[in-house]
């Protein structure tokens, strides 16, 4: 979905929404120090580490998910882990196990890389269901049972996944379940020709995106900052009838004769507080129709199942989704 206008400029909210707004733009203006282009993902990567939420990244190879994901770690100095998921990957090899101590006769529990502040899922599709599994718990409630103790997570845990679109060898498709528990599915495409220039010019004045120091990528925030953040979302209001529209939006994705399923509760939860994150990065202290529209694809695309009919007209849920978005009264 694309947004019906740009960010609208209004009056600041408190405080803690004004330390938001600046939170993104300092975060923003470090992580393009290394990447070129991709404004919208970076902000909807922001704004899901703001609002608390997993963002599931889907482009071809080569679009510098990966490099995203790094520098949004290195920006708001977070523990930083990657898993490369591969038809073999084990839920052991993500949440750990225990093992025998030769030393201490004992078997000591070793955590596994799932234990960091943010987590590259990468190539997610390319592992089975049954380890596609092992993230549900975490992903829903910060909390890993392993060898039957209950373990948390860091409060700013949060899942970056990535996966290609059109290679279908040796990939499963994610279970409804899992695509559930992601806020956005946000779509990477190619840079314009403008931005693929600078990234030629760039490399070949010596930028190494292997090395993120070098390309002065400086930490602009704090781990205890990003939590103040989310603060701010306590601060944003949203009238009835934004609130209302919300609710009529992911209603309306159930009742559409072109949808076999429709998005649930858990949709409508995220939409608001996505809108609510938006507002806050953006420094308003309320959220708008225009913050709900501009994230209703994000949002609930990846949600969607479409009829029998629907995918037999060649449509995609994106179109299906913007379909349902214009049939629903825009609050003034």
Known sequence: MTPTAGPISAAPGSAAVTMANRLREAGL?????????????????????????????????????????????????????????TPDLMPADILGTSIFDLKTQAFVLVRGPIFTDLLLADEINRAPAKTQSALLEAMQERSVSLEGKLSQLSPIFTVF???????????????????????????????????????????????????????????????????????????????????AYVRKLVGATRKSPRIRLGAGPRAAVH?????????????????????????????????????????????????VLREVVSSVEVPR
């Not at 996966?163 to 190619?190: H, I, M």
């Not at 695309?301 to 995609?316: F, I, Q, V």
């Open 161 to 243: 996944a990535t996966q290609n679109p059109v290679e279908s060898e040796g990939t499963y498709p994610l279970p409804e379940a899992q695509l559930d528990r992601f806020l956005f599915k946000v779509e990477v495409g190619y840079p314009s020709d403008k931005e693929e220039e600078d990234i030629l010019v760039a490399v070949n004045r010596g930028f190494d995106s292997g090395d993120l120091e070098r390309a002065g990528v400086r930490p602009a925030m704090t781990r205890e900052e990003v939590l103040q953040a989310r603060a701010a979302m306590a601060d944003v209001t949203i009238e009835p009838p934004v609130l």
């Open 271 to 319: 939409l608001l507080l996505a809108a609510k994150a938006l507002a806050a990065l953006r420094g308003r202290g309320f959220v708008t129709p225009d913050d709900v529209r501009y994230l209703a694809g994000p949002v609930l695309k990846h949600r969607l199942l479409l009829s029998p009919d629907a995918e037999l007209d060649g449509a995609t849920p994106g179109d």
């Open 29 to 85: 203006h470090e992580i393009r120090k290394a990447v070129v282009g991709q404004d919208e993902a970076l902000e909807l990567m922001l704004c899901g580490l703001i609002a608390g939420g997993h963002v599931l990244l889907e482009g071809v190879p080569g679009v510098a998910k990966t490099l995203m994901a790094r520098a949004l770690a290195r920006t708001v100095s977070a523990e930083f882990k990657r898993i490369q998921f």
